[in-house]
Structures are given as C-alpha cells and as structure tokens.
C-alpha cells in the first residue's frame, strides 16, 4: 500500500485519466476525493472506487464552485495530502485562426487557470497541516513538443509545465513537492478532438509517430502518478514526466 494513510483529491475523475488516477491511488491506500464538472460521473466514480472515497460537483474554473469544493474536502477528510489537477479540456483540432474566444478563453481558464485556483483553495491547508505534501498537474506532450491545429491547447500545457516548476522551488520551503505529466494523446473522451476527426487512418498516422507505436492508455498515466505521489519519488520535483511512448524524442 504505496499511499496508505494519504488523501487525495482528483480533478476530473469522472472519467479518463482522472478515473484511472482515483481508482489507483484508491487501490494503494488513498482516501479520494474525486471532483468533477459532471456531478453525476464525480458520484458514480466514488461508488465505484468505495474505500471511503467521495463524489463532488464542480467547475475548476470557477472560483466559488472550487472554494465550496475544498471546504467540503476538508470537511470530509479533515487535511489534504495530495493534489492532483487533472481536469482539462481542447477544441477539435484545427487552424489557430479558426479558434474562436470564447473556446480559447474555456481552453485557458479549465487548463491553466484551474491550477490557481485549487492552489488558492488547498495550498493554505497543506501548509496549517504541517505535514507537506505533493500536488500533480496534467500536462502534455502537446506543451513539448506542439503541432500545427491545437496552439492555444498547446500553449495551455506549456504554461502548466512553467507553472509546475515554479510552484516547486516556491513550496519546497513547505515540503510540498510538485510535478507534472506530459502524457501523448491517449484513449480518452478527448482523442477525437486532437486528431480533429477519430478514424482509423487518423489514429493510424498518429500511432506512426509514436516509437512504441501505440496511444497512452489511461492505466499507463496512473502508474506514472502513482509512482510521482509515492515515498519512492520524495526527492523528485519540478519534473515533468513525459508519458508518451518516445514520441517527444
């Protein structure tokens, strides 16, 4: 039990990599807290991890609905040792010019704008807890190694990588460690929208850039938070992990 005795919350857990993410920590010892847009999925998602994790509806770009998110967390487990900021969302792929506000504002404020907010909202308990901690931010291949048809996503990811190695070396004061994944595009709700279009020749022609030549699967980014979140990694921070099967060499 690599995360016995910890609690954590997980942004976007109703589905995806966030899902993945909850029911491993869950299976490794966590109490979870699995927040998502979709109150529903948050729920069901708890039901089906049990362990004495909870379901709670939220919007992680709102700064109210994350507030009342975390003071329902706290309320619930009493400290928060984990963090980890998966919620994200793109547009499908296409020209940068033909992405219009209103999608680059929802990219920007779900992707980047997110993190500020849960550090606003957990951050200061961490630190009255006194016990450290460690919060992960979902990043990208994207933020690495960007491609025409996703520059604004692109650009969310790189900030989320910055923002990651920052939020490190201004925490480690309070032993509270930061990182990042930076996973290629996987079997998510999500893949239609980064290949503009889920087809087989689609999805064949991105596998072909891939050296391992497949896409990420949700268990592959959970093994990799794991392994972040755990004791084994107490002196890693600041990194940003890619999970891509070599397509960002």
């Not at 927040?35 to 709670?56: S, T």
Request: aromatic fraction near 6%; charge should be neutral.
């Amino acid at each position: 039990m690599r995360l016995q005795g910890k609690t954590a919350v997980v942004t976007g857990a109703g589905q995806g990599f966030g899902l993945a993410i909850a029911e491993t920590y869950a299976r490794e010892g966590a109490r979870v807290a699995c927040l998502d847009l979709n109150r529903e999925a948050a729920l069901a998602a708890a039901e089906r991890i049990g362990r004495g994790a909870i379901g709670v509806g939220a919007n992680v770009a709102d700064r109210s609905a994350v507030e009342g998110a975390a003071h329902a967390i706290l309320a619930a487990f009493g400290h928060v040792d984990i963090l980890v900021n998966n919620a994200g969302t793109t547009y499908r792929n296409r020209p940068m010019l033909e992405v219009d506000e209103a999608e680059f504002d929802r990219v920007m404020d779900v992707n980047v704008k997110s993190i500020f907010l849960t550090a606003h909202a957990f951050v200061p308990a961490m630190r009255k807890a006194g016990k450290g901690g460690f919060i992960l931010n979902i990043g990208s291949t994207a933020g690495i190694r960007p491609r025409p048809g996703l520059t604004w996503y692109n650009a969310s990811k790189g900030a989320v990588h910055v923002m990651t190695k920052s939020m490190a070396a201004e925490l480690a004061p309070d032993a509270i460690r930061v990182a990042a994944l930076a996973p290629v595009a996987g079997e998510t709700p999500l893949l239609a929208s980064f290949l503009g279009e889920d087809t087989p020749e689609r999805r064949a022609a991105f596998k072909a850039t891939v050296p391992l030549g497949r896409l990420s699967m949700p268990q592959d980014v959970a093994n990799a938070a794991l392994f972040l979140a755990s004791e084994e990694a107490a002196f890693l921070t600041g990194v940003v992990l890619e999970v891509d099967g070599g397509r960002c060499i």
